[in-house]
Structures are given as structure tokens and as C-alpha cells.
């Protein structure tokens, strides 16, 4: 059964709409270790949904389990209306879930221009054989992705870097080209792992922005993982705040800053 949730107009225009993931009773161990502790919260069409908490919270476990890197030991993930089957990561891109890494994760060798096509690998559907048996589709291929691509590149305003080899790029742009990459699947949902992190204040603004704009002009859906709390509040319609495994918060930004729970765990006030 697909779960619906009545939509609504954010403050500034968007609308928010269905449930796209349900995460329902999530539990993730390792070994000894719980790192999500029977966690539930869902993501909507077109919001900006951040998991936020203090180190150790389980916010990365969390952001691995939705793409497929983990499968829960227990709880359901739902996603489009359907409950997921354990899967592994490809499968998960697939299906539309596309991410970005804490730590760059990029062809350093390669242009931007390549590293962006790369993007494009889970909606190649002619392999190498079929390309020679079928030239024509496999052109329409090329162009059809081209032009993605291309698209892209624009709306990040990397036109001037397309063909520089990332390794030569300063960090913040690598940065873009990695939110690029992610674009370039046309993902339903976008899985950013602090998109922030290593930055400096004006390419946290850029990136901010970028992030708005992404989700304003594609309607892509978003879930990140930030630790800086000024950027998380300020782009984020709702907010799960995780801490020690356990979901402790969950809400829009004002609810969540006002949360005692969560303004103890920040100020590591101690646990029972
Ligand atoms: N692969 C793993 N093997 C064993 N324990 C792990 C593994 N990954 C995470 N953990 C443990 O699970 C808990 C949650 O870790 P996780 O990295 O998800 O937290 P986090 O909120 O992302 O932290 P940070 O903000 O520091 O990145 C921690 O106790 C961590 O040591």
C-alpha cells in the first residue's frame, strides 16, 4: 500500500508531496555495535530533508543503509511505494537514488566533462556489442546523454572547467563536479554526505545555493548529512536529528531547534 501524505506549499513556493522513502523501524548493527537503533522517519517528493546529530550518531550508517551499501538487520525501506528487497548499491542507482561522498570520490585524471558522463552509466542501456550492431541507436544514446549533461554543466556554471582534469580543480569545485556527476543519473532522490565539509564560507554560500536550486529548478528530492548547523537550518524543510543510534528529533527546522532532547545532546549533556 503507498503510503500519501496530504501536499503542501513551503514558505517560499515549493510544493512538498507523496512519501518517496519510508524508512520504517530501521535497525543496523555491527557486531555489538548498534549504530541505528529501530529508526523510522520518511523523505517527500520534493523536499530538502537533512539527518543531523553529534559524531557517532549514526547519521553516515543511516545515508549507507538508503543507498544499499547496508542492509538493516531489521525494519523495511519503502521506496516509490514499494518495499525494497535487499539490494546492492548499483541496483539501488537504478532504481534513481544517486549520491555524493564525504571524501571525494572522483577521476582525478579525467576532464570534468568525462567525470560528469560518468553519471550517466546507470541509463546507458546499449553495451559495447549492441552498440556495433546497432549504430544508430547507440548515437541517439550519445546525443540524448550529451545533452544531460550538458544541461548540467550549464546550471553549474562549470562551462569554463569542462575540459580540466579534476585533479588540478581547487576543492570547493570538486565539490560541484561531484553534485554534477550525481545530477547527471536525473536521480529521484539525491544523497548528499556533507556537501559542506572542508569549506570554506563563500563556497558554503555556492554550494547552499546550488543545493536550492538543484531542488527548485529539477525538483529533485534531497537527504544530506551536514554538520554545519547554520547551513542545515537555513536550506532544510525538515530535519531527523539522530544521536547514539536513536532518532531524538524530527521536524522543520524551528521545531527541531527547540527541541530540549536535542539542545542536550548538542550541549552533551550527560545520558541517563
Ligand atoms: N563499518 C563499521 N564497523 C563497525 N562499526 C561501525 C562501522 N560504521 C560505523 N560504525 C559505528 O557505528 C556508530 C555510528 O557511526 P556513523 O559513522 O554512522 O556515525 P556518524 O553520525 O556518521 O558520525 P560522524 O558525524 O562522526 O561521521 C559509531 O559507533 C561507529 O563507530
Known sequence: MKDTVVPYTTPDGR???????????????????????????????????????PNGAGKSSML???????????????????KRPPMKPFQVARQGIARTFQNIALFEGMTV??????GRLTHMKTGMFAQALWKGRAEREETENREV???????????????TPV????YGLKKRVELARALAAEPK???????MAGMNVEEKEDMSRFILDVNDEFGTTI?????????????SDRVVVMDYGRKIGDG?????????????????????
Open 167 to 170: 585533479g588540478r580543480l581547487p
Open 64 to 82: 549507507n543503509v538508503i543507498s544499499g551499501f547496508y542492509n538493516p538487520q531489521d525494519g523495511e525501506v519503502w521506496f516509490r511505494g514499494a
Open 252 to 272: 522543520t527546522p524551528d521545531e527541531v531547534r527547540g527541541n530540549q532532547e536535542v539542545i542536550d545532546a548538542y550541549l552533551g549533556v550527560a545520558h541517563d
Open 15 to 53: 510544493t512538498i508531496g507523496d512519501v518517496l522513502m519510508d524508512m520504517r523501524g530501521i535497525t543496523l548493527r555491527f557486531g555489538g555495535v548498534e549504530a541505528i537503533k529501530n529508526i523510522s522517519f520518511d523523505i517527500r517528493e520534493g523536499e530538502i530533508r537533512a539527518i543531523i546529530g
Open 113 to 118: 566533462l568525462d567525470n560528469v558522463m560518468t
Open 149 to 163: 549533461v550538458e544541461r548540467i554543466i550549464d546550471f553549474l556554471e562549470i562551462q569554463a572547467i569542462r575540459k
Open 223 to 235: 537527504a544530506l548529512i551536514e554538520h554545519d548547523m547554520g547551513v542545515v537550518m537555513d536550506i
Open 189 to 195: 532522490l539525491l544523497l548528499l554526505d556533507e556537501p
